[in-house]
T-cell receptor, first 114, second 115 residues
């Protein structure tokens, strides 16, 4: 069990640039989640995959955001035309089907938009 | 609006004493509750959970109490240890039987256990 891994751990970009984050979940987990955490707040749900199907999306996920999980394994979260308000920690988590809500989180990818 | 509220941003407790972290929620559709612990530069890790059909769940030094009528839950840590120093997040799930684990988190309480 290598845990959930996220890459890169930290990304600094200029406003208007595109960024992409990658998440590798725990191998036997078929559910994958993206959350966003800003300073002084708890994590906020962005989107959820079961295998390769994106089943839920938060209204926080504007049309500049796109998430994929093409083969039901790793996932990518892309932010286009970044804005300063996108600066946050982007957390990926995974879980088994039929569990009880226990999510296993990665260490996060911190985005700083200048 | 905050559906899950942790009104104490921080808490300091002496080693060996009890730590009590509180959480209130407003949405009566929440039927499953969890506590996560977060150390700096790490992702949150699951600690303990409770279903709305129960009022208490215990796991070693950690106990979660749920008062549905008051829409309140608390996490008790006894005895507190310096390694427990972390940020604790309360989280809740609506319609947990539907299979979607869309957690709604509180803002967290930073616990400091003083040796």
């Amino acid at each position: 069990d290598t845990g959930v891994s996220q890459d890169p751990r930290h990304k600094i970009t200029k406003r208007g640039q595109n960024v992409t984050f990658r998440c590798d979940p725990i191998s036997e987990h078929n559910r994958l989640y993206w959350y966003r955490q800003t300073l002084g707040q708890g994590p906020e749900f962005l989107t959820y995959f079961q295998n390769e199907a994106q089943l839920e999306k938060s209204r926080l996920l504007s049309d500049r955001f796109s998430a994929e999980r093409p083969k039901g394994s790793f996932s990518t979260l892309e932010i286009q035309r970044t804005e300063q308000g996108d600066s946050a920690m982007y957390l990926c988590a995974s879980s088994r089907a039929g569990g009880t809500g226990e999510l296993f989180f990665g260490e996060g990818s911190r985005l700083t938009v200048l | 609006d905050q559906q899950v509220k942790q009104n104490s941003p921080s808490l300091s407790v002496q080693e060996g004493r009890i730590s009590i972290l509180n959480c209130d929620y407003t949405n009566s559709m929440f039927d499953y509750f969890l506590w996560y612990k977060k150390y700096p530069a790490e992702g949150p890790t699951f600690l303990i959970s409770i279903s709305s059909i129960k009022d208490k769940n215990e796991d070693g030094r950690f106990t979660v109490f749920l008062n549905k009528s008051a829409k309140h839950l608390s996490l008790h840590i006894v005895p507190s240890q310096p390694g427990d120093s972390a940020v604790y997040f309360c989280a809740a799930i609506k319609n947990s039987g539907a299979g979607s684990y869309q957690l709604t988190f509180g803002k967290g309480t930073k616990l400091s256990v003083i040796p």
